[in-house]
C-alpha cells in the first residue's frame, strides 16, 4: 500500500551537484522520520542523514557533512538529499526509509524502503 521512490540524475561530475527525491504515496511523511542510505559494491548499506518527523532535526554522517543537506517539504509528501561537491567515493545506490520510530542508526527500525537509485560520481 505504501511507496517510496527515489529519483534524481544518476550521473554527477565531482565537483558538482545533484538533488535526489524521496516520494512517498499512500502515506503521509509528517509523522515519520526519513532516512538517507546508500550502499556501494561490496560494501554493507550504510546511514547517509535523516531528517526526524517532529523537530525537524537533521543527522549526518561524517563523510557527508557540511557537503550534503537533507530537508523535507510534507505538503508535497517528499524528502530532499542535495548533494554538494560530490566525490567518487560518494557512487552508491541510495535508499530512502520511513521509520515511525524516528531517526536510527538500526537500519529495522525503518518501516517503508524505496528501490533505490544509481548515482555515479565521476569524470
Known amino acids: 500500500q505504501v511507496q517510496l521512490v527515489e529519483s534524481g540524475v544518476g550521473l554527477v561530475r565531482p565537483g558538482g551537484s545533484l538533488r535526489l527525491s524521496c516520494a512517498a504515496s499512500r502515506f503521509t511523511i509528517d509523522y515519520y522520520a526519513i532516512g538517507w542510505f546508500r550502499q556501494a559494491p561490496g560494501k554493507e548499506r550504510e546511514g547517509v542523514s535523516c531528517?526526524?518527523?517532529?523537530?525537524?532535526?537533521?543527522y549526518y554522517a561524517d563523510s557527508v557533512k557540511g557537503r550534503f543537506t537533507i530537508s523535507r517539504d510534507n505538503a508535497k509528501n517528499t524528502v530532499y538529499l542535495q548533494m554538494n561537491s560530490p566525490k567518487p567515493e560518494d557512487t552508491a545506490v541510495y535508499y530512502c526509509?520511513?521509520?515511525?520510530?524516528?531517526?536510527?542508526?538500526?537500519?529495522?527500525?525503518?518501516?517503508?524502503w524505496g528501490p533505490g537509485t544509481q548515482v555515479t560520481v565521476s569524470s
Open positions: 531528517i526526524s518527523s517532529s523537530d525537524g532535526s537533521t
Open positions: 526509509a520511513a521509520s515511525r520510530l524516528g531517526c536510527s542508526s538500526w537500519q529495522l527500525d525503518y518501516d517503508y
